[in-house]
């Protein structure tokens, strides 16, 4: 799925909040977040900032969207536990999986392996789309996500959103 | 001065306000001052007061939101800081309760006493930087910053060491459902 057409699926599952930390694997999605007004992307400067951000946004009235590298999990698992899952705030994290294999940069292997194990010890739900299923997998996280009130998260592989 | 008292001052001349209090004793301080439903009261996630206020002020433009927060939580996540000055929210207030202490885990010392707090918001962007030591500086700082746009920032040095009410009586969801709530009500 282009960045474009992902914008506009998030838009039109009625996210409007748009917030995070630049990844290089969500790059053309964040671009036309940084560009098109109708988002309003917000930038952040860190992870939990993201993630604090968004449930301010969320209790504000709006319908929230973080977006990281999956390296920036680890700055936001206390705010994703002791505030997003604590306060019940329904969340969409999009996550850019750097380390999806042993073939990517040194530092991102580690976390790279570690990162489905870790959204399931913090009880994350999460999706693993391909290139054809990113809207499928969108629409069952936005579906989870409000009727159980949590934060759900896509891990986003590289070149998935293209 | 102690945290109830900023608590007290501020609370028992709301202009109905959308807050957010920090973790800590700071939200037990606040809870049995005054609970007002236009209250968020932090439990964990500590240092994300600010974040969490900024998010509350840009969803909701013509409401005022205050973040009372501490100096703990506030050097836990300078980068809200720079976040606040650069999103230049006019309906933004920060206030940072320092006790320079991190009073709920016993005491231990915090940075805030070698930091210039009212010069670190100026210089990312806020409008105003107040500091207060006593009740008339503490009130005539708060009745500034509610009359001009933000985003405005408060040091009020407090003593440290006081007696805390119990935790909060309120369960997270509820905590959040009536915030939501309340502060949805009135921008409709």
């Excluded at chain 1, 790279?112 to 629409?139: C, E, H, K, M, Y």
Aim: hydrophobic residues 45%.
């Amino acid at each position: 799925m282009t960045g474009a057409d992902f914008c506009e699926l998030t838009s039109a599952l009625e996210y409007d909040f748009f917030t995070g930390v630049p990844d290089s694997t969500l790059g053309t999605a964040l671009k036309v977040l940084e560009s098109d007004p109708r988002y309003q992307y917000v930038p952040s400067v860190r992870e939990d900032n993201a993630v604090g951000l968004a449930v301010g946004a969320y209790l504000g009235g709006r319908n929230p969207v973080v977006f990281m590298q999956n390296s920036g999990l680890g700055h936001c698992l206390n705010a994703l536990t002791s505030l997003v899952s604590l306060y019940k705030i329904p969340l969409l994290l999009i996550v850019g999986w750097r380390g999806a294999d042993e073939f990517d940069a040194p530092e991102h292997i580690l976390m790279g392996s570690a990162s489905p194990a870790l959204l399931t010890a913090v009880g994350i739900p999460f999706w693993i789309p391909g290139q054809d299923d990113v809207g499928t997998s969108l629409r069952a996280a936005s579906v989870r996500s409000r009727s159980e009130n949590c934060p759900v998260a896509l891990l986003i592989r590289e070149r998935v959103i293209y | 001065m102690i945290e109830a008292d900023v608590f007290r001052t501020f609370m028992n001349t709301s202009m109905d306000e959308a807050v957010v209090v920090a973790n800590g004793y700071l939200s037990r301080q606040a809870f049995w001052c005054r609970d007002l439903s236009t209250n968020f009261y932090m439990l964990g996630s500590m240092g994300l007061a600010l974040s969490i206020g900024l998010g509350v002020a840009l969803a909701q433009p013509r409401r005022r939101v205050a973040v009372l927060d501490g100096d703990g939580n506030l050097l836990m996540s300078l980068g809200a800081l720079a976040m606040a000055g650069h999103m230049a929210l006019p309906n933004l207030m920060h206030i940072v309760i320092d006790n320079q202490q991190y009073a709920s885990t016993g005491g231990q010392a915090s940075l805030s006493g070698s930091i210039k707090m009212p010069m670190l918001a100026l210089a990312a962007g806020y409008r105003i930087g107040l500091e207060a030591s006593d009740q008339t500086q503490l009130s005539e700082a708060l009745e500034q910053m509610r009359a001009v746009d933000g985003p405005s920032f408060l040091r009020v040095l407090v003593s440290a060491g006081v007696e805390v009410g119990p935790r909060v009586p309120r369960s997270p969801e509820e905590i959040a459902r009536t915030f939501k709530e309340s502060i949805a009500e009135d921008e409709a």
